[in-house]
């Protein structure tokens, strides 16, 4: 295994005993139906696409984006059994079409130029910059010529309060796999693996700090 990369994760809220929490954590604190229908609506999904949602956790987002164009192909990704789980039963009662993978977001087992759009919320803060880097460059490698990346996760802190407030996030989540979201590296990073005309599109204030939604383009 490479130097600070890591073949465990982090669960989806930093521990596994708190996991059957996370739909309700979210839904109390974070707005979450209102920024994942923004990222939904910012990917722009159209029929015959193929998408996939990269660590899509309870399958709240995988949902919506299926029931936002059902003619699509939507795929989730995640690497925990548990929150895999979750997600068929919230996708069976939901009457949705989704296929569902365990993997983990840096090998994720599918072909090259198989994706119009991948989408994915809050699963690149539990990566270590080297995980961010790999997932980003196979995230190129899964991407059609012209397919686009759709990201919501913590962002730059935008003032002194953003920033004490992500302390509860780093707390649960650790230090090293968060810094880089918010002192402001993941568009950096993103450029780095050649990913173009990347954007911080949104943000917003929250109870555990800024949150951001950002779009980048894979180059034809
Ligand atoms: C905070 S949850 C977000 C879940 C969902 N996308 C959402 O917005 O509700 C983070 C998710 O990332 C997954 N995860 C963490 N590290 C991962 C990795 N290396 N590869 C794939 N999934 C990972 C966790 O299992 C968890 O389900």
């Known amino acids: 295994m490479r130097e600070g990369s890591s073949s465990d994760f982090t669960p989806a809220l930093g521990f596994r005993w708190l996991t059957r929490l996370y739909d309700p954590v979210l839904r109390a ?34 949902v919506m984006l299926a029931r936002a164009c059902p003619q699509a192909e939507v795929v989730g990704l995640d690497a925990d059994p548990e929150v895999i789980e979750i997600a068929r039963r919230k996708i069976a009662s939901a009457g949705v079409r989704v296929e569902l993978f365990q993997g983990m977001a840096f090998a994720p087992p599918f072909d090259a130029n198989s994706f119009d759009r991948v989408v994915s919320s809050l699963v690149l803060h539990h990566l270590s910059r080297v995980d961010k880097r790999r997932t980003f460059s196979k995230l190129r490698e899964l991407l059609k010529p012209d397919g686009e990346l759709h990201i919501a996760d913590w962002g730059q802190a935008q003032n002194t309060l953003m920033r004490l407030a992500f302390l509860s996030v780093q707390l649960l989540d650790g230090f090293e796999s968060t810094s880089d979201n918010v002192e402001g590296r993941l568009i950096p990073l993103l450029e780095e693996a050649g990913f173009e005309s990347v954007e911080e599109t949104q943000r917003e204030m929250t109870l555990f700090g800024t949150l951001s939604l950002y779009r980048a383009l894979n180059p034809r």
């Open 29 to 62: 604190t974070l707005k979450e139906k209102k920024f994942k229908g923004l990222l939904v609506q910012q990917a722009g999904i159209e029929p015959d696409q193929r998408v996939l949602d990269l660590g899509c956790g309870t399958g709240t987002l995988t």
